[in-house]
């Protein structure tokens, strides 16, 4: 059990002395200063880990796959900047060979689309699009929103397996994904190289709930219709030998810096996000509804997007706790206008939606749904298709 120097009241919400990070967020401790530990993996990443050597392990791990297989690897596209910097390192500096992989989860603003369509052209690179059954995603919405209070379900075990399968499908054992998850919570240290496979999955992507429990969750669908969601079998993946790896394991991983290089070289555009101040224009843009999905979180845990964001600014001596609780004050916690439309997806009243997130509060945190302030909708919100 760790401590703090600060005497916390019991109705009080425990932050870290760095980067104000609060208790409510999930693995979250502190030492006896006061101080996270994902600040601690901060530290460590910058002072203690060998990058040169990591490097050399990056060229090596490359050389033993390239060229055998049809593609040297698989890097899975979101189109989001962590996963266009980890296209444009490997394709640029190491001269990969990828087949990239995207998973649809029914919400790519036309910004995303249209970069993606460019970043792709100008890299030189096999592009794979899987778009799963709407009627589908809408029921997986509906019920882990409803179990969970997260309607991401879908998106989240979507994007982890889907490209797990299509490297099994086609036999290509390597993939690469972006940033690793240390970068901003506990479920791995830097220390560890994380691998992400299975255990990754369960431990943090599939909320407890696997594909075939959702088969017996939900009326008129079929394991058929689940089969996107599914993480492949350990004995398929096994079979092509795989190896699933973060390309943030080994170079050092700065999504700021990182964004800043594909807005140059490739003329990524950024665009605004629902509770998040225009600087941070990089920033999980290549989603509708993220400005809901970060809203949850604000009425579940008390933080949103801003202090997220904040904090890796703080980590780095960015910004000063002043300028982040600032930040925070004016842009976390406000009622996203995209809420309309995931209602309207979903057939469901805000009634409901506020009735399913409130009983998610995570203690001491306590929401209060008097103070809820309505956001501005996002200038491109008239264009996103509304077919239910
Ligand atoms: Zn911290």
Not at 12 to 35: A, F, H, M
Not at 190 to 216: C, H, P, Q, S
Not at 374 to 379: H, I, N, T
């Amino acid at each position: 059990m760790s401590t703090t120097v600060r005497i916390v009241g019991p109705n009080e919400v425990r932050r870290c002395s760095k980067c104000l990070l609060p208790e409510t967020q999930e693995t979250i401790t502190y030492d006896n200063q006061g101080v996270c530990n994902v600040c601690k993996q901060h530290e460590y990443k910058n002072e203690s880990i060998d990058w040169v050597k990591r490097e050399k392990e990056l060229r090596e791990l490359i050389e033993e796959y390239r060229g055998r297989y049809q593609y040297d690897c698989i890097i899975p596209y979101s189109g989001g900047k962590d996963s266009t910097y980890t296209v444009y390192k490997l394709v640029r500096d190491y001269n990969v060979k990828p087949l990239v992989v995207s998973f649809d989860h029914g919400f790519y603003r036309p910004q995303t689309m249209a970069n993606t369509k460019s970043v792709m052209k100008q890299l030189g690179v096999d592009y794979h699009l899987f778009t799963p059954n709407w009627k589908v995603v809408k029921k997986l919405m509906a019920e882990s929103l409803r179990r969970k209070g997260d309607f991401c379900w879908h998106c989240h075990t979507g994007i982890f397996s889907y490209p797990m399968q299509v490297a099994v499908k086609f036999k290509i054992p390597l993939l690469f994904w972006g940033e690793p998850s240390a970068e901003y919570t506990s479920y791995y240290r830097y220390d560890e190289k994380e691998e992400v496979d299975e255990k990754r999955f369960n431990r943090f992507i599939n909320l407890g709930i696997t594909a075939d429990d959702m088969v017996g969750m939900i009326e008129g669908v079929d394991m058929r219709d689940l089969e996107p969601f599914r993480y492949p079998a350990l004995k398929d993946l096994k079979a092509i030998n795989y190896r699933s790896v973060c390309l943030g394991s080994y170079i050092p991983w700065d999504p700021k810096k990182n964004s800043e290089i594909i807005k140059r070289e490739l003329g990524w555009k950024g665009a605004p996000v629902e509770g998040v101040p225009p600087e941070y224009d990089y920033e999980k843009v290549e989603c509708m509804v993220q400005g809901v999905r970060d809203y949850l979180k604000y009425v579940k845990r008390g933080f949103g997007r801003t202090a997220h964001l904040a904090s890796l600014d703080l980590r780095n001596g960015r910004i000063t706790p002043e300028k982040a609780q600032e930040l925070i004050d004016k842009y976390d916690g406000k009622r996203p206008a995209s809420l309309d439309l995931l209602l309207h997806y979903l057939d469901m009243s805000e009634e409901e939606f506020e009735k399913i997130a409130m009983s998610h509060v995570v203690a001491p945190h306590k929401h209060d749904p008097k103070k809820i302030k309505k956001g501005e909708p996002l200038p491109d919100m008239p264009q996103w298709d509304r077919t239910k």
